[in-house]
């Protein structure tokens, strides 16, 4: 049978208009603390499943925290005790994601918005209870830090829909746990407890129930306790570095390390331009006549 041409299909969000559109969310709570933002999925009545507008939304939320110098601190979580369902199952059966092209396009689209949030400088906390599948689970991978619940479950159950994972629930979960586990959890698609997922290596702790936010504010006060900078550093050459192979992430780790030695002042390099090469330009130097005298014609071809 023919499927029937959807009404209205989704469309990604214009970046060029993406900060000028509303700030208030209907699908997500944006609350700022100091240097903590607390970002909520918030459609407790299906479990925070992923819909389109949901999905902006994040996209929205997550420039905003990009682009603020104040916050230092992410934590991510589910209203109604879970965290997140995943995609809206009945809106892809009923064909918002449009044709295969579409289809592709929004898939694309929720790898940004993953890439967004993994690559925010940042700390990022996924604060996980009840319910994190599919695509929930997949946010919980974007994190830097997760904690559970002990009644906190997750999986991937897209075989079951006759569907497969579209922003790493495949490819990140297998940089993070191997590829038997990962073949196991998505094509078997059990439904497991918290504890597996700190055994295998997914999330990091489990806390009794009606103690999520306590273990989540003592993580806040050790984070702030920390040097920032360092910890930006330190996210950025791990998630970069893994990568990548070992003589190429041992780069990162050397140019972090010069990197680190400038931030504490010892910056000064005597043979370094140390900001004349850019006023040279600027002012048309001697400096920079000599340079561009010497260069720009260099073993070039008459």
Request: hydrophobic share 40%.
């Amino acid at each position: 049978m023919k499927a029937s041409a959807p009404k209205e299909s989704w469309k990604p969000l214009d970046s060029r208009n993406l900060m000028s559109a509303p700030t208030e969310y209907r699908c997500i709570r944006y609350e700022e603390k100091e240097d903590v933002v607390y970002v909520t999925l918030n459609r407790p009545e299906i479990v925070n499943c992923l819909s389109t507008e949901m999905s902006d939304e994040m996209v929205h939320a997550f420039a905003r925290i990009r682009k603020s110098s104040t916050l230092k601190i992410v934590v991510i979580k589910g209203a109604g005790n879970n965290f997140c369902s995943g995609d809206d199952l009945k809106e892809m059966a009923n064909g918002v994601w449009g044709n295969t092209h579409q289809y592709f396009e929004r898939v694309r689209y929720y790898q940004q918005m993953a890439y967004d949030l993994e690559e925010l400088d940042k700390v990022t906390i996924a604060a996980i209870d009840g319910y994190a599948v599919g695509g929930g689970l997949e946010i919980t991978m974007c994190c830097d830090f997760a904690i559970a619940t002990q009644r906190a479950k997750w999986g991937m159950p897209e075989v079951d829909w006759g569907i497969t994972p579209g922003w790493g629930g495949t490819t990140r979960m297998a940089r993070l746990i191997g590829r038997r586990l990962t073949k196991e959890i998505n094509m078997l698609a059990a439904i497991h407890p918290a504890k597996k997922a700190v055994q295998v290596g997914l999330w990091n702790r489990v806390v009794p129930n009606g103690q999520l936010d306590e273990e989540v504010d003592k993580l806040i006060a050790l984070i702030r306790a920390k040097s920032q900078q360092t910890l930006r550093q330190l996210k950025y050459i791990i998630n970069k570095g893994v990568e990548c192979d070992l003589y190429t992430s041992q780069a990162f780790e050397a140019l972090s390390a010069a990197w680190t030695a400038s931030v504490n002042g010892w910056w000064q390099v005597p043979d370094a331009d140390q900001g004349k090469g850019l006023a040279a330009f600027r002012d048309k130097t001697a400096l920079q006549k000599q340079r561009r005298g010497l260069g720009s014609g260099f073993w070039v071809d008459k």
